[in-house]
């Protein structure tokens, strides 16, 4: 099992022929992982997740749905439904572990993300100005905390509460996010010099 550090921040590298996550623990200058693949963002190439002191030891492969180990076994699933006037619903399925759900957490988040002022304030405007927090857990798991970060550019930030929680899943949750849910006007430079006719 990769075992994920207990704080840690996810900063998103966007190109033409390459997309890259960095992942930042606390206390520690250099990444302790790096979860990359060739091409946009919106391909349909699994990353693959690099751990190690120089970041040259396969850990695995994620996608925005599942993540795998080295030797391609599942470890789980992550899945997102967006519903209109309640929380999207958000679940992280670990196979040793169980079931997770993902909520808001704070009051500011359920009323932008599960209310009918949805509509005004689930924007790119309210990424830059407020972050949200989901909790992930469940009976038997203090799982995790994911918050995207305020600010225009996507930013990630992790706290592990329960020691089994797997890195390799929780990156996939990340993908998943990033590529479905957030807003960053990177994504969109990427896909005008990719692809003119796109959009």
């Known amino acids: 099992m990769i075992q994920a550090p207990e704080a840690f921040t996810v900063s998103v590298e966007y190109g033409r022929n390459h997309t890259a996550f960095h992942v930042h623990a606390d206390g520690r200058p250099e990444p302790v992982a790096r979860m990359q693949k060739d091409g946009?963002?919106?391909t349909r190439y699994p990353y693959r997740v690099y751990t190690g002191a120089g970041l040259d030891e396969l850990a695995g492969f994620v996608t925005p749905f599942a993540a795998m180990t080295a030797e391609r076994a599942e470890l789980g699933s992550v899945r997102h439904r967006e519903r209109s006037l309640r929380p999207d619903d958000w679940t992280f399925t670990q196979?040793?572990?169980g079931v997770l759900t993902g909520l808001p957490e704070g009051g500011a988040n359920k009323l932008r993300h599960g209310s009918p002022l949805r509509v005004v304030l689930d924007h790119a405007w309210g990424d830059a100005l407020f972050s949200f927090k989901?909790?992930?857990s469940s009976a038997g798991s203090e799982g995790f905390e994911f918050t995207r970060l305020a600010g225009v550019r996507a930013r990630y930030r992790i706290t592990v509460h329960d020691p089994r929680v797997n890195l390799l899943l929780i990156l996939a949750c990340v993908a998943q996010f990033n590529t479905y849910a957030a807003s960053d006007p990177r994504k969109a430079a990427v896909d005008v010099t990719a692809n003119p006719l796109k959009g």
């Open 40 to 42: 946009g963002y919106d």
């Open 134 to 136: 989901l909790r992930f």
């Open 95 to 97: 196979h040793d572990l």
